[in-house]
């Protein structure tokens, strides 16, 4: 990451910047996003595998956004932005994750009258 | 007789006048950082926002179909993935030392940033005119929270934008400004990562 320049456009990180790659990045985004947009409007899947669809395009759309976006990879530049990420991640999964299981599975067995949870489906139904 | 060298021993582990990060660098690492710990947050509103979109939550009042529009949330998809766009294409022109170029992208960046803005005020003061408020409900307060916490984060990188105007037209493209250009484009570019994800969770998911 270290460099000897005095110029301060010289830094890698300014020389990253790539028109073709944002056009690219914003145009994967948006048509996964369109696609997202069109399984929503259909209601032609039942809920879990449409709830497994939007978010499989939403991690796609997640994944061109870091490779086209922030640029991260394993290059000396990028590494370390790219690690900690990696590590963030089973975070995101930790807190959201086990939050929606306990109170779905608190909700099923205390709260909530059965036919009640059965109006709108949630994230793990 | 022989003597035992522990094993690793000669393995250099650092040394004085080891290449450290150069200042660019430590900063952009360091707001990166701080942008995992913001995405931390937002982590926390989907949780909740999990737990509270169920009827039972909605305490008699609109449920998340009731109140998301999936392809009025798509306009804005498009209105916050061009303002990110526009920013991005300010750092080209930052590589090919336009100051001119880089003046235009942020002011194309604000633009499409504030008609994202408009679109979530309407919807949201026009939920709190009939009533709907955050107030209303358990489901309706996450609702709220999660949509106002990522326009809160477009409010200021907004801000970030026009001082960074000043201090381009002022003091030119100096190490401090380069840098402080490097990390809004994080700040930006994380933006439309995190709507990527609230238009799934919320609007799309919500919208079924």
């Known amino acids: 990451m270290s460099t000897h320049h005095s110029d301060p456009l010289a830094h890698p990180e300014v020389q990253q910047a790539s028109a073709a790659r944002y056009i690219v990045g914003f145009g994967t985004t948006m048509i996964l996003m369109l696609a997202a947009l069109v399984i929503t409007l259909q209601r032609r899947l039942p809920y879990v595998p449409f709830a497994e669809s939007i978010a499989g395009l939403a991690l796609l759309s997640l994944f061109s956004q870091a490779a086209l976006f922030f640029g991260l990879d394993i290059s000396r530049a990028q590494i370390w932005k790219s690690v900690s990420l990696v590590l963030t991640i089973p975070l995101f999964i930790i807190t959201i994750g086990i939050t929606v299981w306990m109170f779905n599975t608190l909700y099923a067995r205390t709260m909530l009258p059965g036919d009640m949870m059965m109006t709108q489906p949630t994230l793990l139904q | ?208």
């Open chain 2, 1 to 208: 007789m022989a003597t035992k060298i522990a094993a690793g021993a000669e393995t250099l582990l650092w040394h004085h006048g080891a290449e450290g990060h150069d200042t660019i660098s430590a900063r952009t690492l360091g707001f990166w950082l701080y942008m995992m710990s913001d995405a931390l947050i937002f982590a926390s509103l989907f949780a909740a926002y999990g737990v509270l979109d169920n009827p039972f939550n909605a305490a008699g009042g609109p449920i998340a179909q009731q109140v998301v529009h999936p392809l009025e949330g798509f306009w804005q998809t498009i209105a916050v993935l061009g303002s990110v766009l526009a920013y991005s294409l300010a750092t080209v022109a930052l590589k090919n030392g336009s100051k001119i170029g880089v003046v235009h992208g942020i002011l194309g960046a604000i633009v499409l940033a504030v008609v994202f803005l408009g679109f979530e005020a309407h919807d949201l003061l026009g939920l709190i005119a009939q009533g709907d408020g955050p107030q209303r409900s358990g489901f309706l307060s996450v609702f709220f929270m999660m949509i106002a916490s990522h326009g809160l984060h477009m409010v200021f990188g907004i801000l970030w934008m026009l001082v960074m105007l000043v201090q381009v037209a002022r003091s030119g493209f100096t190490g401090d400004v380069v840098a402080r250009l490097l990390n809004l484009r994080l700040f930006w570019q994380f933006q439309a990562s995190v709507w990527v994800c609230v238009y799934v969770y919320v609007y799309l998911l919500g919208g079924f």
